[in-house]
C-alpha cells in the first residue's frame, strides 16, 4: 500500500499519523480496555466498600495515621493485593500491545511524518536535561516515559495510541482532545471576544491540547513545550495533517527560553500531577511572568480535588500515585489553587470546573463550583496579568 493510500485510510479514523492496529491488535488492546474498565470500575468499587467497614474500625480505635493504618488494615486482605496486581499489570499490558503495533508499522510512520512544507516547526536540544521528577520513572508506566529520544518519533506514536485506548476514548475519541477543548472552552466563557495573538501550551505532550488551541483561534502563533524529544517531533508532524500550524520545542515548563509578556494566553492540561509540588509554583510563576497585560493562564487539572477527609480517596490517591507512576498526584488534587494563582501575582483568579467540550466554540460556555463529574467536567483555575 502506497504511503498516500495509507494515509487516506488513516485519516478516516481520525488523523493520517496515527498507529492503525491489526484484528488482532486490535483485539488484544480492547481486551486491554475492557480489562481495564473492570479494575477501575467494579473491582474498585468493592475495595472502597471493604475500606469503609475497615476505616469504621479505625476511627473505633482512635488511629494517629489514618491513610497508613487504612493500608495496613487493606493489605491484609487477598482481594486488596490482587486487585492492586491486577490495577498495575493491565497498564504494563496497554502500552505492551500499543507498542507492539506501534513498532511494527515504523517506517510507515516515519514516512507519513515527512512533511514537505512545513507550516510549524520543531526545535530539540541534545543537551536538554529533564526535571527529576520525568526521570524518576515512567510516567503512567509507558516504557521509556515522557523524556525517551531514540532518534525517532516513535515514542510519540504510542502515547498518541496508548493515550486514546488508557482513557477509553472518553477524551474525544482517537483524538483525545476533549481537555484542549475544554481549556479553550474556559477561555471563551470568561472572554467571549478574546483575539490572542501569541498562545503558549505548556506540557503539550503529543499536541492533543496544543491543536484545539490553534483551530479555536486560527490567526494566533502557537506554540507548545514539553521536555521530550520523540513526543515533540510526533506533535510537530501530528499537527501539520490536522492543518495546524505550531511551533514546538523542547523546554521544561518551570522555565522558559521564551522572553518576558510575549503571550497573550498561556495554559497547561493536566500538567500539574506529574511534576513535583516545588514545580507547580515554578510553572505558574513562568506562566506570569510570560503574559502580556491583561493577558490569560489558563490550568487545568483532573476534576478530582480533595480536601483530605477522606481516608480511601486520600489513600486511593497514594495508589495511583505509586501503581501509575503519577509523580505528584496528591499534591496536584490537594493543592489551593487559589492562593497559588495569587501568591504567584494573577489578578482576577477563578478556580473551578468547566464543562467538557467536544468543540470549544460551541460551548457549554459555563463555569461553576460544583464538579459534574469524570469526564463531563475539568477543574481548571485562571487569571489575568
Known amino acids: ?26 483485539v ?3 481486551f486491554v480496555r475492557d480489562l481495564k474498565q473492570f479494575v477501575n470500575g467494579p473491582l474498585e468499587g468493592v475495595q472502597a466498600e471493604l475500606a469503609d467497614e475497615e476505616g469504621r474500625s479505625l476511627d473505633k480505635a482512635g ?20 486487585w492492586l496486581a491486577l490495577k498495575r499489570e493491565s497498564q504494563r499490558q496497554l502500552w505492551a500491545t500499543v507498542g ?16 514537505a512544507a512545513p507550516r510549524g516547526s520543531v526545535r530539540t536540544s541534545e543537551s536538554f536535561v529533564p526535571p527529576d521528577y520525568i526521570l524518576r520513572g515512567d510516567i503512567h508506566l509507558m516504557p521509556g516515559g515522557n523524556a525517551h529520544d531514540d532518534g525517532s ?29 475544554t481549556a479553550m472552552a474556559h477561555v471563551l466563557t470568561r472572554r467571549p471576544d478574546f483575539t490572542p495573538e501569541r498562545i503558549l501550551d505548556m506540557g503539550c505532550g503529543i499536541g492533543t491540547s496544543t491543536v484545539p488551541s490553534a483551530q479555536c483561534f486560527p490567526d494566533a502563533e502557537v506554540h507548545g513545550i514539553d521536555v521530550g524529544a520523540s513526543i515533540l517531533r510526533y506533535a510537530h508532524a501530528r499537527a501539520e495533517h490536522l492543518g495546524a500550524p505550531v511551533h514546538f520545542s523542547q523546554q521544561s515548563a518551570e522555565r522558559t527560553d521564551f522572553s518576558d509578556a510575549s503571550f497573550d494566553l498561556v495554559f497547561s492540561c493536566v500538567l500539574f500531577h506529574e511534576t513535583s509540588q516545588a514545580a507547580m509554583f515554578n510553572i505558574l510563576a513562568e506562566s ?8 490569560l493562564a489558563v490550568h487545568l487539572e483532573v476534576p478530582l480535588l480533595h480536601d483530605n477527609s477522606d481516608t480511601w480517596v486520600e489513600l486511593n490517591g497514594e495508589l495511583e500515585a505509586q501503581y501509575n507512576n503519577e509523580p505528584n498526584w496528591r499534591g496536584a488534587l490537594t493543592a489551593d489553587y487559589m492562593k497559588m494563582m495569587v501568591a504567584a501575582g494573577f489578578g482576577d483568579v477563578m478556580t473551578g470546573y468547566q464543562p467538557t467540550s467536544p468543540a470549544a466554540r460551541q460551548g457549554p460556555f459555563r463555569f461553576g463550583a460544583e464538579s459534574e463529574g469524570v469526564f463531563r467536567s475539568w477543574f481548571v483555575a485562571s487569571g489575568t496579568a
Open 153 to 181: 518519533l516513535m515514542q510519540g506514536a504510542v502515547m498518541d495510541r496508548g493515550g486514546a485506548v488508557f482513557m477509553l476514548g472518553r477524551n474525544g475519541g482517537m483524538l483525545n482532545d476533549l481537555r484542549g477543548q
Open 1 to 26: 500500500m502506497s504511503v498516500q493510500k495509507l494515509a487516506e485510510r488513516r485519516a478516516d479514523l481520525c488523523h493520517p499519523l496515527i498507529a492503525v492496529p491489526s484484528h488482532d491488535e486490535l
Open 288 to 295: 506570569r511572568r510570560l503574559l502580556r497585560p491583561g493577558g
Open 100 to 115: 507492539d503495533s506501534v513498532e511494527r508499522q515504523a517506517p510507515q510512520l516515519e514516512a507519513l511524518a515527512e512533511i
Open 28 to 30: 488484544e488492546q480492547l
Open 63 to 82: 488511629s494517629n495515621n489514618g491513610v497508613a493504618d487504612l493500608r495496613a488494615r487493606m493489605s491484609q486482605h487477598q482481594s486488596f493485593r490482587t
